[in-house]
């Protein structure tokens, strides 16, 4: 641990993939497997309307983003059932908030950083896990998400920290490339057996 905070002052987490299930993909792939539609080709066309819609920054509400999804992809069913189908799948892993607790424990400031719409504060009501971190970052109520780059340097300009002692767990290959590009240190997460060893290459190995 003391390696750990020789190295990094904040260490932000991804929430879905990372500190949750995936319900976002592992939903629409069970929207996309009943409907008849190819899932891989709907899970990436539901990623660009949420953001083309401007949903996951705010921007518009969430009946305009199914509407949308609808007419392009011509899925049917009621908003609230479609929901379900997503928000049921977010699992949170309980190894992952204990990991959290060490982390904060040990002096760290340890938080979120998220591309999600207002489903993450519904989340929040359902399983009560912002109370392990602060701050909460989510790109719904930035107004903006980790496609765009220059958020990293908004992050780290709001916690006032050097963005090489920033350390960001995510899932997404291009979110921990952008973070490595403005200077973060980032760390692509597979599982969370792999975690510690990805650590311990970096020379920040703490026991997860």
């Excluded at 641990?1 to 629409?28: H, I, P, R, T």
């Excluded at 002692?165 to 291009?174: A, E, T």
């Amino acid at each position: 641990m003391e390696n750990l905070k020789s190295k990094v002052d904040v260490v932000l987490f991804d929430f879905g993939g990372v500190l949750s299930a995936e319900g976002w993909k592992k939903g629409l792939r069970v929207i996309a497997d009943n409907q008849g539609l190819d899932a891989d080709r709907f899970i990436s066309e539901a990623a660009h309307t949420i953001y083309e819609t401007g949903f996951i920054t705010g921007k518009c509400a969430e009946t305009d983003f199914w509407n949308a999804l609808k007419k392009k992809t011509g899925i049917e069913g009621d908003n609230a059932s479609l929901l379900h189908e997503l928000m049921s799948r977010f699992i949170l892993d309980h190894r992952m908030i204990d990991f959290a607790k060490k982390l904060k424990a040990a002096g760290l400031t340890v938080g979120i950083l998220s591309d999600q719409t207002g489903w993450l504060d519904q989340l929040n009501d359902r399983f009560d896990f912002f109370k392990y971190f602060d701050p909460v970052f989510n790109s719904y109520h930035l107004g903006k998400g980790k496609r765009d780059a220059s958020l990293f340097d908004d992050i780290a300009a709001v916690l006032k920290t050097p963005p090489g002692r920033i350390l960001f767990i995510d899932d997404d290959q291009g979110n921990v490339e952008r973070a490595r590009q403005k200077g973060w240190q980032a760390l692509l997460f597979t599982d969370y057996e792999s975690l510690g060893l990805q650590m311990d290459r970096l020379g920040q190995f703490i026991s997860v």
